[in-house]
């Protein structure tokens, strides 16, 4: 999931992006309003996390803007300002949640789970595709009984086609939700994660949950029994050529 967090404290910042990038997240980071606006207009973001007490437009002034531009994505206002009346204010500026310093880092990722769950359609906390399964709580997953071990950034991959799945997504898309704007889309990056979580989720019975939809990108799905069946055909086929060969 990709974040956009609106800080002008540099050493909170610090702290928020670090936390959150070793919980898989991917984190832009702004310091004022109007680079915030600018940053929604151009990248897809799954949650923004807006500090009220920003240079400039403030956060109150700024999530109302992002509202009157249509965009849809969970805002979490965070902020030392805790009376009521600011509260009242934040939420009824467009906010989805509201959350006062200073804070515990857990109860922030718990906030976002939560806001991650509401928009668009219902996020569930696990994700079930075939015969794998993802705790998006405990950021794990499995396939079948056996534990899949992860990296945060092959998790975040996975989870982001998980929860697209059935649906072919292109490398574009992968990485606007998956890395921040440092990433480089000349480099070669995506496909070598993804074939590391191919590696990992490897084949249960001849059934490939990650494919390759080439020149389209790719699509996390539970294999038909008819895929399955023709897997297995072919494998058959190989193994009776194989056995008609003279041996030396």
Not at 65 to 81: F, H, N, W, Y
Request: glycine fraction near 6%.
């Amino acid at each position: 999931m990709r974040l956009l967090l609106v800080e002008d404290d540099a050493r909170i910042a610090r702290f928020v992006v670090r936390g959150l990038q070793e919980q898989s997240y991917a984190v832009d980071v702004v310091a004022n309003g109007d680079d915030a606006l600018y940053q929604v207009e151009i990248n897809d973001y799954d949650v923004v996390i807006l500090d009220v007490l920003i240079p400039g437009k403030d956060g109150f002034a700024t999530c109302r803007a992002i509202r009157t531009r249509e965009k849809r994505m969970p805002i979490l206002m965070l902020t030392a300002r805790d009376a009521v009346d600011d509260r009242i204010q934040g939420l009824d500026s467009g906010a989805d949640d509201y959350l006062t310093k200073p804070f515990e880092f857990g109860e922030l990722l718990a906030r976002l789970r939560a806001l991650l769950r509401r928009p668009r359609e219902l996020r569930p906390a696990q994700i079930l595709v075939g015969d794998l399964e993802l705790d998006t709580g405990s950021q794990t997953a499995k396939r079948g009984n056996r534990s899949i071990s992860l990296t945060a950034k092959e998790y975040a991959l996975l989870e982001f086609l998980a929860r697209n799945a059935n649906r072919v997504i292109g490398r574009a898309e992968i990485a606007e939700h998956v890395w921040d704007e440092s990433f480089d889309p000349f480099s070669n990056l995506i496909e070598v994660y993804v074939n590391r979580l191919r590696r990992k989720l490897g084949e249960e019975d001849g059934k490939p949950l990650l494919q390759t939809r080439r020149g389209s990108g790719y699509i996390l799905c539970a294999p038909t029994e008819s895929s399955a069946s023709a897997g297995r055909k072919i494998e058959n086929s190989a193994a009776s050529r194989n056995s008609r060969k003279p041996h030396a």
